[in-house]
């Protein structure tokens, strides 16, 4: 299956939203239409924040972010890669892989020397692209691990 990065567009906005919504907010701590505002801030944004889309016959099937700040960051560290998800149908592909590598790409192209990120359980994916863990915690009952890695 081929598939292509790309940078969002505001015709991503609404699938790209409902995928994000799906996968990290369904719990109530973030609408629909406020993840989306904030896709929309991304693309009004000065060029240094950026969201990338994957894509499978002209369908947004992915995404991942390059930000300043996390939502409810425990740590004060930035920047950050945030909210790579992948549907369903799609994973295990290397789509994740490619996601990733445009977030990087494109870190090092506006100057970060270092990415930082949250996550709950892809320890050894993120460990495979290069990526160590800084600190191992548990929030709220359940564990949650940082990484970080250094880029260029």
Known sequence: MQHSVRPLLATDIAVIAALRYAAFFSDGKRS?????AGLFDLLRGDGYEAAFVAEADGRPIGTCLFVRREIAAL????????????????????????????????????????LHLYTEDAEPFYHALGWNVTERMIVEGDPLILMDKAIG
């Open 32 to 36: 629909l239409d406020e993840d989306a």
């Open 75 to 114: 740590h004060d560290v930035t920047p950050w890669l945030a909210g790579l998800v992948v549907a369903s149908p799609y994973r295990r592909l290397g789509i994740g892989r490619s996601l990733v590598g445009a977030v990087e790409h494109h870190a090092a192209k506006v100057g970060c020397g270092k």
